[in-house]
Antibody
């Protein structure tokens, strides 16, 4: 059974850093592209970043230069390192497994990031 | 900046049929955007319904179908049920490793 479990969210001050983790089971992250999607309170879904199995990474304009996506294949885990956090980065962050046709098929339950002083 | 447009809200009667659409602020949606659709109820993670325009994800009932209608992607729910009351999001692949979600449609079944 495919499962994705996010962790690492919490309360952080503006300008701070945080690393989110997404532990995968039931498949190997090394053979799939993986992504992060976020949802601010009361708002819609926003694509954040994707990591391809070949190493390429891509980011939404809103986070490029501040967020870094990475993976540890030995731990079957995806990460999102977030720097210079802003109030507008506050959201539930979902990890998702990429499907071969430019979509996402499995989702984690999300981890909440709150940015406030 | 390309904006993906969806109806903010829609209402359907139980047993009825509803079509939600997904367009672009500039241009037409085609299969080349690989439109996908996601259902989300409050407090829950998204659930994948449709990928690559019209392919149903595993376990999704066949009353959910996807298509291209005119210049938009479309999600049609046939025989709407009470538990279809959710938010629905489309996702378009914009190329170059970039995706954009639509703003979502809040579907009410009453």
């Amino acid at each position: 059974e495919v499962q994705l479990v996010e962790s690492g969210g919490g309360l952080i001050q503006p300008g701070g850093s945080l690393r989110l983790s997404c532990a995968a089971s039931g498949f190997t992250v090394s053979t799939n592209y993986m992504g992060w999607v976020r949802q601010a309170p009361g708002k819609g879904l926003e694509w954040v970043s994707v990591s391809y199995s070949g190493g390429d990474t891509y980011y939404a304009d809103s986070v490029r230069g501040r967020f870094t996506i990475s993976r540890d294949n030995s731990k079957n885990t995806l990460y999102l390192q977030m720097y210079s956090l802003r109030a507008e980065d506050a959201a539930v962050y979902y990890c998702a497994r990429g499907h071969h046709s430019y979509s996402f098929d499995y989702w984690g339950q999300g981890t909440l990031v709150t940015v406030s002083s | 900046q390309t904006v993906v447009t969806q109806e903010p809200s829609f209402s359907v009667s139980p047993g009825g049929t509803v079509t939600l659409t997904c367009g672009l602020s500039s241009g037409s949606v085609s299969t080349s955007y690989y439109p996908s659709w996601y259902q989300q109820t409050p407090g829950q993670a998204p659930r994948t319904l449709i990928y690559s325009t019209n392919s149903r994800s595993s376990g999704v009932p066949d009353r959910f179908s996807g298509s291209i209608l005119g210049n938009k992607a479309a999600l049609t729910i046939t025989g709407a049920q009470a538990d279809d009351e959710s938010d629905y999001y489309c996702l378009l692949y914009m190329g170059g490793g970039s995706w954009v979600f639509g703003g979502g449609t809040k579907l009410t079944v009453l």
